[in-house]
């Protein structure tokens, strides 16, 4: 399994950009479709977004609709989630996870329980 690095998170004011990457090493991410997930104290992870293996289907809750982008750039086994118009309710740990698939098989996933390899994560704070 690879081993996956978030990086890009830390504190923004309300209406910013932050852009957040997950990085694989250990193996090759066009082999796995990816999800981004956030998690604050008391609270289960959800998911974010979530990205096929080649990238052309993707899935964003309707809190992020229209505000985030999820990417991928498979030649440098990064994945992005560029987060627009931040929100105070965008503050969280967020996390990326990915799940090996088979060369025919092009989902996304949108349950943690359908991956395999996680991040450590990466804190979004955003304030007002």
């Known amino acids: 399994q690879v081993q996956l690095t978030e990086s890009g998170g830390g504190f923004a004011q309300v209406g910013d950009s932050l852009n957040v990457a997950c990085t694989a090493s250990g193996g090759t991410l066009s082999s796995y479709a990816v999800g981004w997930f956030r998690q604050g104290p008391g609270n289960e992870r959800s998911v974010v977004a979530a990205?096929?293996?080649?990238?052309?289907?993707?899935y964003y809750i309707d809190f992020v609709q229209c505000r985030f982008t999820i990417s991928r750039d498979n030649a440098e086994d990064t994945v992005y989630l560029q987060m627009n118009s931040l929100k105070p309710e965008d503050t969280d740990k967020y996390y990326c996870a990915a799940r090996q698939i088979n060369f025919f098989t092009n989902n996304y996933y949108r349950s943690e329980l359908d991956y395999n390899s996680w991040g450590q994560g990466t804190q979004v704070t955003v304030s007002s």
């Open positions: 990205i096929s293996r080649n990238g052309i289907r993707t």
